[in-house]
T-cell receptor
Framework: GQNIDQPTEMTATEGAIVQINCTYQ??????LFWYQQHAGEAPTFLSY??LDGLEEKGRFSSFLSRSKGYSYLLLKELQMKDSASYLC??????????WGAGTKLIIKP | DTEVTQTPKHLVMGMTNKKSLKCEQH?????MYWYKQKAKKPPELMFV???????INESVPSRFSPECPNSSLLNLHLHALQPEDSALYLC???????????????FGAGSRLTVL
């Protein structure tokens, strides 16, 4: 079966750095996405990785290792507004998006 | 215009009602999606329209009926729903057809549905 694992909840301090991990087992791979979702709102796109390595976009970076079935989202200089759920999603060989359950990130002052 | 607009934002309906959720995008996107999301769960795909044709129906009960009148509009017709259908219904669109790699989804704000 297809499976995506990410931690259920993480806590971090304002101004710090946090890494949210995602491991996946899917039938084929056509890219990995990270979305941010604030409570009661729609998901918004953060990043896309299809090749191994690090993609940096401002305070957010995303890393992919296809051989290990592993990705992480790195958030630097955390702000209170970064409190949200972070969803990892993998596009499989049929171009279907397989979603992880999401990681709820709590930022404390 | 870089938005996906959904109406209504909130809907309360009885189990015998017929209602519709509407979604509109003017980004020229060629694929449109309906997702259902329960609290603290990831979005669940319901339907995909690619180039105005239904390309994916994830075994959704017939009480949900999608319609794509044109490339900018997507409706979800609701009839004889159950209380367990209460959820956030998200519409999304993507630039390419549904069978494409870097297919970033742009989501609408959602319609929160409560079935009494």
């Amino acid at each position: 079966g297809q499976n995506i694992d990410q931690p259920t909840e993480m806590t971090a301090t304002e101004g710090a750095i946090v890494q949210i991990n995602c491991t996946y087992q899917t039938s084929g791979f056509n890219g990995l996405f990270w979305y941010q979702q604030h409570a009661g709102e729609a998901p918004t796109f953060l990043s896309y990785n299809v090749l191994d390595g690090l993609e940096e976009k401002g305070r957010f970076s995303s890393f992919l290792s296809r051989s290990k079935g592993y990705s992480y989202l790195l958030l630097k200089e955390l702000q209170m507004k970064d409190s949200a759920s972070y969803l990892c999603a993998v596009m499989d060989s049929n171009y279907q998006l397989i979603w992880g359950a999401g990681t709820k990130l709590i930022i404390k002052p | 215009d870089t938005e996906v607009t959904q109406t209504p934002k909130h809907l309360v309906m009885g189990m015998t009602n017929k209602k519709s959720l509407k979604c509109e995008q003017h980004m020229g996107h060629r694929a449109m999606y309906w997702y259902k999301q329960k609290a603290k769960k990831p979005p669940e795909l319901m339907f995909v329209y690619s180039y105005e044709k239904l390309s994916i129906n994830e075994s959704v009960p017939s009480r949900f009926s999608p319609e794509c009148p044109n490339s900018s509009l997507l409706n979800l017709h609701l009839h004889a729903l159950q209380p367990e259908d209460s959820a956030l219904y998200l519409c999304a669109s993507s630039q390419a057809g549904s069978h494409s790699g870097a297919n970033v989804l742009t989501f609408g704000a959602g319609s929160r549905l409560t079935v009494l």
